[in-house]
């Protein structure tokens, strides 16, 4: 049975009149992510809101938070004076699991390893109502699908690829903490309206095409930046052959490409997924307002008359994808990949593929990468690579080791893994290279940023299909072309893999999993979160000072960022993951991987008194024992990546006052603004060529700080020369008092005590 049935029934109780109401407020037809957005409107205020400018504020229906986000964000909540949360909320244990050498053992290791944490989970999850999933149970993205996304819902989640439940028709938005704490406290929750992104798929997928190249593809045409604030639809006769995973896929890596959500419409084949996942019951109130699950009819006959953008992917001719290095956006056919490898002198040999993920762990997933499997064993093929299997959930697990596939992946070499998120996010104990050793990888992921993966800047990590990284592991180089090339089996024969297939859901079923969750309890009262002051893993947070009402005066320049400054940048995760619940020693990884423009060095940063080049935490903790405010200078796209509040909370623990860039990414941007930071963008970017290493930076006019109106930067060069440049921020007036209160969380606290 569904989860929440009753808070869904009521939901779409009401949700054709909140269309007709939309319709009737913009005279016009709308389209679906339009319809998904006015029915979530915290107070019913149906307004023709200005895409990308109006801030607008929002009834999530549920939160759902990772592991490593999750200590933060409670932490928080615990300082929100609430007794419960306000919507379904749950944490899900996947990213402190390091891959190592198999399931088995890494499992065991992890709950040893991070006891302390989980307990902690656990225990404040019972108090507060929360649904708690245990270490092993699955990754988040693929068990919202399995058990709590809906059509025409709107959920948020701390962690960037939540769009995956856009797979079944929900807006899924990626937040911080502190985001999280809002709606979990009866907040409204504030989003910039979002610009549209139609995107028209025609034709059908074949052969060794996948899902996963649609979003391959589409990164290549809009870069990691081009859908910023932006929600990307999916539209057209396309749509209805890819199955509700293969949506999951495309959805979840939008965030790739910056973008607030992505969307699909409610077809059948969601109601199949929907079924097959024992939710029979929601797919039939779903089939009752189908009409108004998806786009009106004008929409998908004019999209340019609604979308901002529109862009055509026909799938007839959509070919196999491999995108890198190091940007997710760097799309290659894999038909051009044998002279790009020439061309850019990359290593050929494929050391390991890898395949599973949030994004690409369905049953289809793996029965289409395992029919290769069968293919080659039968051809007297095995894996050159090492490989691996992630699979997303437990119940995936289940079912694909009773329906023999995984039995077929392990038998040509492959290894599997703990249902996590270890090489995806830097928890990958690779056996096989040492650090600095150049060398290429092949995944099913979605991110491959310089050292992501197993922290080595010398890893070349590309994203492909598992049937294209299941094909790349067996030939082991990075130049082979299964629609066209050949491989030479056990006995010297020349052979060739046909293209994929597999079943989009199992013919007998999943086997259901529920071992591994715990349900939300009424007796919360009588727990007690404990945390111990020596921990080295949990520390409580104290409240951040308010603004004390006066300019910034005479900063001195913590970093100047040049090129791409990603949260991993920012703030490392791989084995400082483990700090996520203890500010102060997460703290010392603040901008370990960000590149000084001064010295084009990473990590270490001079000390504008004392002249002495240290590691970074180490120059802002001599900072903030002087009480000395500081700046950081950034890039375009800065804070591109993941919803890591950290990147925010440690500049902002740390004594930082303000950061200044070309660009931002949305998540980042917002949580600056939540912790109390002052996030700005030069009025001209050529102006961050100004910035040099000795200047002393002021800025001006805060006592003024307005909705739409600049500020002031006073630059003193030390030559004594100075001069003044103009600065843009988005705050809207009610961000203008989470900066005053010293913190959005503040201002909850002190509403919630007034």
Known sequence: MTANLDMIKAKYSTFKLKVQETRKTLGRSITYAEKVLYSHLWDDNFKNFERGKDYVDLLPDRVAMQDATAQMALLQFMHAGKKTTA?????????????????????????????????????????YGIGFWKPGAGIIHQVVLENYAFPGGMMIGTDSHTPNAGGLGMIAIGVGGADAVDVMSGMPWELKWPKLIGVKLTG??????????????????????????????????????????????????????????????????????????????????????????????????????????????NLNELKPHLNGPFSPDLAIPVSEMKNLVKEKDYPDKVSVGLIGSCTNSSYEDIDRAASIAKQALSMGLKTKAQFTITPGSEQVRKTIERDGQLKSLTDIGGVVLANACGPCIGMWKRMDSKTGERNTIVTSFNRNFAKRNDGNPETLAFVASPEITTALAIAGSLSFNPETDFLINDKGEKVKLNSPYG?????????????GYISPSDKYNSIEVAVSNSSTRLQLLEKFEPWNGEDFLDMPILLKAKGKCTTDHISMAGPWLKFRGHLDNISGNMFLGAINAFTDEAGKVKNYYTGEYKIVHEVAREYKSKNIGWVVI??????????????????RFLGGKVIIVKSFARIHETNLKKQGMLPLTFANPNDYDKIKEDDLLSLLGLKNLKEGEQLTLLIKHSDGLTEEIKLNHTFNNNQIEWFKAGSALNLIAKKQNS
């Open 503 to 515: 079943d989009e859901l199992p013919k007998n079923g999943f086997l259901e999993d529920n071992e």
């Open 87 to 127: 919507v379904p909320s749950t944490v899900h244990c996947d990213h402190l699991i390091q891959a190592r050498v198999g399931a088995d053992n890494d499992l065991a290791e992890a709950i040893d390893e991070n006891k302390e944490v989980y307990d902690f989970l656990e225990s404040i999850s019972k108090k």
């Open 634 to 651: 950034g890039d375009e796209n800065y804070g591109e990546g993941s919803s890591r509040e950290h990147a925010a909370m440690e500049p």
């Open 204 to 313: 059908k997928l074949s052969g060794w095409t996948s899902p996963k190249d649609v979003i391959l593809k589409l990164a290549g045409i809009l870069t990691v930046k081009g859908g910023t604030g932006y929600i990307v639809e999916y539209f057209g006769e396309g749509t209805s052959s890819i199955s509700c995973t293969g949506k999951g896929t495309i959805c979840n890596m939008g965030a790739e490409i910056g973008a607030t959500t992505s969307i699909f419409p409610y077809d059948e084949k969601m109601a199949n997924y929907l079924k097959s996942t024992k939710r029979e019951d929601l797919a039939i109130l779903a089939d009752e307002i189908k009409d108004d699950l998806k786009a009106d009819e004008d929409v998908y006959l004019n999209p340019e008359k609604y979308f901002d953008k529109v862009i055509e992917i």
